[in-house]
């Protein structure tokens, strides 16, 4: 996994602060640490291992961006991509691309997150019917979706932590 390729603050706001120079480079050796880590030891030993990557992945961004955090058997992370970028409000997203790239890195399993440009993390009725359908495409290819972080200026929410992923697909 390249750093380099990974989407970055660039300026913008973040908890109401603008990043200079200093700390974006902070920020991008943060990411790279976390990177390293959750390579080479079990991504749920500390869940909030992988909220916080996800808040740094997206804290910022002016529009909606949905990444992707696909792992192994052993929970470890393979890959990181941000497949799709939105407006301010929504993001198009294509299922199908998702299951592509889970074959195609040969994924286990996958940790799906995106922003809500707007502020609140808390998930909407379009993002909890998403998870749903999503999570039962995954099923048929045998990869299971562990979980949904949606990033917002307020904080973040993992679906999984909040009991929603278990409730959705039933």
Not at 40 to 58: I, K, R, W
Not at 77 to 105: K, P
Not at 108 to 121: D, K, M, Q, R, T
Request: charged share 20%.
């Amino acid at each position: 996994m390249k750093t380099e390729n990974l989407p970055a603050p660039h300026g913008r706001i973040l908890k109401g602060l603008p990043f200079n120079a200093r700390h974006q480079a902070t920020i991008r050796e943060a990411v790279g640490i976390l990177e390293s880590h959750l390579q080479t030891s079990p991504v749920f030993t500390h869940p909030n291992q992988v909220n916080e990557y996800c808040q740094l992945q997206l804290a910022g961004e002016a529009d909606e961006v949905f990444c992707c955090l696909y792992l192994d058997t052993q929970h470890r992370l393979l890959n990181f991509e941000q497949l799709f970028r939105g407006t301010i409000d929504s993001a198009h997203i294509h299922e199908r691309v998702i299951l592509r790239r889970c074959l195609e890195v040969n994924a286990a399993s996958l940790i799906v997150c995106h922003n809500h440009p707007s502020g609140s993390p808390e998930p909407s009725n379009a993002d909890i019917h998403f998870t749903a359908q999503l999570k039962f495409l995954l099923a048929m290819i045998d990869v299971r979706l562990m979980d949904h972080i949606i990033v917002g200026a307020e904080g973040h929410v993992s679906m999984a932590q909040a009991d929603l992923l278990n409730s959705v697909g039933r």
